[in-house]
């Protein structure tokens, strides 16, 4: 279904092999290295690997802007040393795994690196999404819309998706060294120019939201009205991941919480339409068989009557 193979500038990536149909689980994978909260040191968790596996995890990519800094402000420190090359590989070992790990979000605060998926390159526009199942012990990859042939397999650096361009250069230069060469990056169309408007006008919106409810909070009870504009919020955000045709988790989360917020508001067919397109979301990014997908469905099961 998919191939790992030259892509261009960006180093390599995972490209569909054929019609990739969306909710399709693309690949469920193992760590290769992980690290959590009890076992914290990145090179004694490398020590342990066999070197077949070092081997495999010194192949991945490498944070250019990170390698340099780290390279030249220890250079000639290094170059004076014995075991010149140990230390080298050292640094190669931190730098790979810290611009390939994913975190696990389990209470261990497990970060670990999956080979495939370390050569899946970042959409600002992503058509997939990772996620760790918990059920099966894996990192799983799954289609968040029909992938043509040939297309790129592409996932989100970010953990703000809405965000404006300049937040997200800043956060993928500074974090993964690239300059940013997706659909909505590159360039500069109107496409990008709408997205930017969009995307500013929300942060403005949530901001007077933020603000107006901070002033509130502690004052008086909450009320239907406020309730009432924490909806109209819910729904001004869902719209705009629409419109910029980003899907997956976060969004199945918004969508969930409106739902709920409808039904407690009394608007049992707002609730519904919320919950099923949120319910759809969630298992187009984590599949039937997981446990956040199996706890969603469960909670949403009073909002919404038939299966979806
Ligand atoms: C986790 S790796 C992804 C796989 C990588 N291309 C490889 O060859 O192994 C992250 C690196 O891929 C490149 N990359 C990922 N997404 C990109 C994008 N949207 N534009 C340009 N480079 C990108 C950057 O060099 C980044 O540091």
Do not use: W
């Not at 995972?14 to 290295?33: C, D, M, Q, T, Y």
């Not at 009394?266 to 099923?276: F, H, I, Y």
């Amino acid at each position: 279904m998919i191939e790992v193979r030259h892509a261009g500038a960006k180093g390599f990536g995972v490209f569909a092999k054929a019609l990739i149909p969306r909710g399709s689980r693309l690949l469920a994978e193992s760590s290769l290295i992980s690290i959590d909260n009890h076992k914290p040191s990145i090179l004694r968790a490398a020590r342990q690997l066999t070197s077949r596996d070092h081997q495999k995890l010194l192949a991945l990519s490498p944070n250019p802007v990170k390698r340099r800094s780290i390279l030249s402000n220890l250079e000639a420190a290094l170059l004076s040393l014995p075991r010149v090359e140990r230390h080298a590989v050292n640094l190669n070992t931190l730098n790979i795994f810290r611009n390939n790990n994913f975190g696990l979000s389990d209470d261990a605060g497990t970060r670990a690196v999956f080979e495939t998926v370390a050569r899946i390159n970042h959409s600002c526009v992503p058509n997939s999404q990772g996620n760790f199942h918990t059920g099966i012990g894996q990192f799983v990859v799954h289609a968040l819309r029909p992938i043509p042939c040939g297309d790129e397999i592409t996932i989100s650096y970010l953990d703000d998706q809405l965000a404006g361009g300049e937040a997200r250069r800043e956060h993928l230069e500074e974090g993964y060294g690239f300059t940013c060469a997706c659909s909505l990056c590159g360039g500069g169309s109107s496409i990008t120019a709408k997205s930017e408007s969009r995307r500013a006008d929300l942060q403005r919106d949530l901001g007077v939201f933020a603000e107006a409810k901070a002033a509130r909070d502690g004052q008086t009870a909450v009320t239907d009205a406020d309730a009432d504009v924490e909806l109209v919020m819910m729904n001004t955000l869902i719209a705009a991941y629409e419109a910029e045709g980003l899907a997956g988790r976060e969004l199945a989360t918004i969508y969930l919480a409106a739902a709920d917020l409808a039904a407690k508001l009394g608007d049992s067919t707002m609730a519904q339409s919320l919950a099923r397109r949120g319910l759809q979301l969630e298992l187009d990014a984590v599949g039937v068989d997981s446990p956040h997908y199996i706890a969603s469905a469960a909670a949403a099961q009073s909002l919404v009557s038939d299966d979806i």
